[in-house]
């Protein structure tokens, strides 16, 4: 089993930026894969950004390539999103997922991880 903890989340104003966190424990060397999602109310969680825990390979949806930065320290378990020039439309309850079976590639639908955290929630401001 892999437990995840997020943290990080807040209200900000368009244009800042916010680090979202998520600390990995329990058996974390089965760990291949770790993304992050956002789900907005009324609408599907949705894949933001992935990493593969080995290599550091990092994959970004679209919208927030430039914007986004995911990273990982392998010391301390810790997959981090560095979010910058936030949108209102960035609003969202963010996961972090961890996949647990092996995978030479990062995922992009919620169905390819096994494990999630409880979501933070991040509310950008116009």
């Known amino acids: 089993q892999v437990q995840l903890v997020e943290s990080g989340g807040g209200l900000v104003q368009a244009g800042g930026s916010l680090r979202l966190s998520c600390a990995a424990s329990g058996r974390t060397l089965s760990i291949y894969v770790m993304g992050w999602f956002c789900q907005a109310p009324g609408k599907e969680r949705e894949f933001v950004a992935g990493i593969s825990w080995y290599s550091g390979n990092t994959y970004y949806v679209d919208s927030v390539k430039g914007r986004f930065t995911i990273s990982r320290d392998n010391a301390k378990n810790t997959v981090y999103l560095q979010m910058n020039s936030l949108k209102p439309e960035d609003t969202a309850v963010y996961y972090c997922?961890?996949?647990?079976?092996?995978?030479?590639?990062?995922?992009?639908?919620?169905?390819?991880?096994?494990?999630w955290g409880q979501g933070t929630q991040v509310t950008v401001s116009s």
């Open positions: 997922a961890a996949r647990s079976r092996y995978t030479a590639y990062v995922g992009r639908s919620p169905d390819e991880y096994d494990y």
